[in-house]
C-alpha cells in the first residue's frame, strides 16, 4: 500500500489520517470539513506545534475548579495540588467509580481480577529501572526530567509510571500459560516534571493519581482480542459525558504492516477518522509499545484533552521488566501486556466532569456533575427553627443510606438559605417547613430534571435518589453536616 509523502517534523514518524472508509492519507493532504475542527485541533497540537497556540487559562474554569475546593498547595514547588473537603469527596467519587468500571469489564471478559499497590520513591540502581529510565529520557517521556532525589546518600527517582509497580508484582510471581489473561490495578501516585507556564489545575499537575489496569496475555494476538472489547468499553464510558471525542492512534511500522485490519475496525467502529502516527522501521513506540489509542475529548477552549487510553507491548521492550511466562512444554515466553486508563488520571476526570458542568452552564443554565461525583447530593433547609429537628431526622435517614446529605441550618431568612452559592453544584435541594408529620410534605427542587417547588414524601425522594446512576458510590461526606459548623472554611 502506497502511503505517499509527509511531514518533515518528526524524523522518526509520520502522520496520517485513517478515514472510517479506510483510506490513510498524509495530514498536510487531507482537506478537513467544517464539522471536523475539534480533529483540525488535534492535528495541530500533534503533527504541527507550532500552529497551536498555547491558549491561556479560561479564567471561569479556573474560578470553578478552585470554589469547588482544588488548591496549588503553597507548602511546595509549583504543579502540586491539595484539596478541601468537596475536592476531596470528588476525588475518591472518581476512585469508586472507576474500580466499578474495571472490576464490572474483568467480570464480563472472565480475567481474573487483582488490585495492588505500590511505593512512589525507586531505587535508580535497580538494573531493570536503569533500562526504563534509560529509554523514557531517550524519547522525553513525561517531560523532560524526572523527579531525582537523594536519599541517605543514594539516588533515588519518583515513580514516573504507572506500570512499575504492575510489572515488578508480575514479574516475581511464576506465571503458567493456564493463569493468562490476568489483570493487575493499582492507582498510582506518579510525578512528572511538567512545564511550569503550562500547568492548570487539575488538567496539567506534576503529581496526580493514574487509574490504570494492565491485562497480561500470551501473545500480541490474544492481547489484540481483549483490545477491542477495551475500546468498546472506553467508547461507553466517554459517551456517557460527551458525544464529541477524537481518536490519536499510535503504531509501529512492523504492527501496522501485520495488523492494518485491526485499525480499520477502529476507524469504522467510530464512524470518523482518526489521526495515525506510523513510526519508522525498527523504532518503537515511547516505551516500546507496539500500538497506543488516545482518546481525546476538547475542553471549552477547543483544547484535546487525553481521558482514556490502551497500549499493547509484545513484552521485548526494555521497559517491560522482562516478564515471561512458561508453556505447556515448560519454555518461557514473553507476555503481551495491554495497559490500559479507561478514565484518565484522578485529577484531569474531575477537570473534565467540572469542564462539563460549565457547557451544561452556558447551554441550560445550571451546572451539573453526576450525582455520584457531587460532593452533597442533597442540602436539606430547615424553613425556620421550628422545622430543625424534622430536617436533622431527615438527614440522618438518607446519611443510612449512604447520601451525602447537609443541612442548611443557619439563623438566616430562608431566601438568603436558597441563594447559597454552593447550591448551584447540588442536585437536590430539600426545603423541610414546620409541623411537617412524618415527613409527608417535602418541597423538592432538582433543576437537571426539571423538577421545581415539586411536592413529594420521604419514601418517593428515596426511591428517586436511588434510581441515580452511580447511587451506589458510597463515599462519606467529609465536612461537617450543619452548615453553621463550616464557616470557618466556607468564609
Known amino acids: 500500500m502506497s502511503i505517499g509523502k509527509s511531514q518533515k517534523n518528526y524524523p522518526d514518524r509520520k502522520y496520517y489520517i485513517l478515514t472510517s472508509s ?76 472507576i474500580w466499578l468500571i ?24 535497580n538494573q531493570e529501572l536503569k533500562k526504563q529510565i534509560s529509554l523514557i529520557s531517550k524519547n522525553l517521556m513525561y517531560g523532560t526530567n524526572q523527579y531525582n532525589v537523594v536519599a541517605n546518600r543514594k539516588k533515588q527517582i519518583l515513580r514516573y509510571s504507572a506500570c512499575t509497580q504492575k510489572l515488578a508484582i508480575a514479574k516475581r510471581i511464576n506465571l503458567y500459560s493456564k493463569d493468562l489473561p490476568v489483570g493487575f490495578f493499582e492507582i498510582s501516585k506518579s510525578y512528572r516534571f511538567e512545564i511550569e507556564n503550562e500547568l492548570q489545575l487539575c488538567k496539567r499537575v506534576r503529581s496526580f493519581h493514574l487509574p490504570e489496569l494492565h491485562i497480561i496475555n500470551d501473545s500480541l494476538a490474544s492481547s489484540l482480542k481483549i483490545a477491542l472489547s477495551v ?51 525498527g523504532a518503537n513506540c515511547g516505551n516500546g509499545i507496539k500500538i497506543d489509542i488516545e482518546y481525546k475529548v476538547f475542553d471549552t477552549l477547543i483544547s484535546p484533552v487525553e481521558i482514556a487510553t490502551f497500549q499493547i507491548d509484545d513484552g521485548t521492550s526494555d521497559f517491560s521488566f522482562d516478564v515471561k511466562f512458561k508453556k505447556r512444554d515448560g519454555v518461557k515466553k514473553s507476555v503481551s501486556t495491554i495497559h490500559t486508563v479507561f478514565f484518565s488520571s484522578i485529577e484531569r ?27 452533597i447530593q442533597t442540602r436539606i433547609i430547615a424553613y425556620d427553627n421550628n422545622s430543625l429537628e424534622d430536617a436533622k431526622m431527615l438527614a440522618e435517614e438518607l446519611n443510612l443510606l449512604n447520601f451525602r446529605v447537609d443541612i442548611d441550618d443557619r439563623k438566616i431568612p430562608y431566601r438568603s438559605k436558597k441563594k447559597a452559592k454552593d447550591l448551584k453544584w447540588i442536585p437536590y435541594v430539600v426545603t423541610v417547613e414546620k409541623n411537617n408529620k412524618n415527613l409527608q410534605n417535602l418541597i423538592i427542587e432538582n433543576k437537571t430534571k426539571g423538577i421545581i417547588g415539586k411536592i413529594m414524601r420521604k419514601n418517593d425522594l428515596i426511591k428517586e435518589m436511588k434510581a441515580e446512576e452511580g447511587s451506589n458510590i458510597a463515599v462519606p461526606r467529609y465536612i461537617p453536616m450543619l452548615l453553621s459548623k463550616r464557616e470557618l472554611l466556607d468564609s
Open 22 to 97: 479506510s483510506a490513510i492519507i498524509p495530514v498536510e493532504d487531507y482537506k478537513f470539513n467544517k464539522t471536523e475542527v475539534r480533529m483540525k485541533s488535534l492535528v495541530d497540537s500533534e503533527c504541527f506545534f507550532k500552529n497551536h497556540k498555547y491558549k491561556n487559562k479560561k479564567i471561569k474554569l479556573e474560578k470553578m475548579i478552585n470554589d469547588i475546593g482544588f488548591e496549588w498547595d503553597p507548602l511546595s514547588e509549583p504543579g502540586h495540588m491539595r484539596q478541601m473537603s468537596y475536592a476531596t469527596i470528588i476525588m475518591e467519587a472518581i476512585e469508586k467509580y
Open 102 to 125: 474495571v472490576n464490572k469489564f474483568c467480570n464480563e471478559q472472565d480475567i481474573p481480577l487483582h488490585r495492588i499497590s505500590g511505593g512512589e520513591l525507586f531505587d535508580s540502581s
Open 231 to 281: 475500546h468498546k468499553k472506553i467508547l461507553n464510558e466517554i459517551e456517557k459525558f460527551d458525544p464529541e471525542y477524537e481518536l490519536f492512534c499510535s503504531v509501529t511500522n512492523d504492527f501496522f504492516k501485520k495488523n492494518i485490519d485491526f485499525l480499520k475496525t477502529i476507524a469504522k467502529s467510530i464512524t470518523r477518522p482518526l489521526l495515525l502516527a506510523i513510526y519508522n522501521e
Open 349 to 375: 476526570a474531575a477537570y473534565f466532569l467540572i469542564d462539563r458542568a460549565i457547557k451544561k452552564e452556558t447551554k441550560i443554565g445550571f451546572r451539573q456533575l453526576p450525582f455520584w461525583a457531587s460532593p
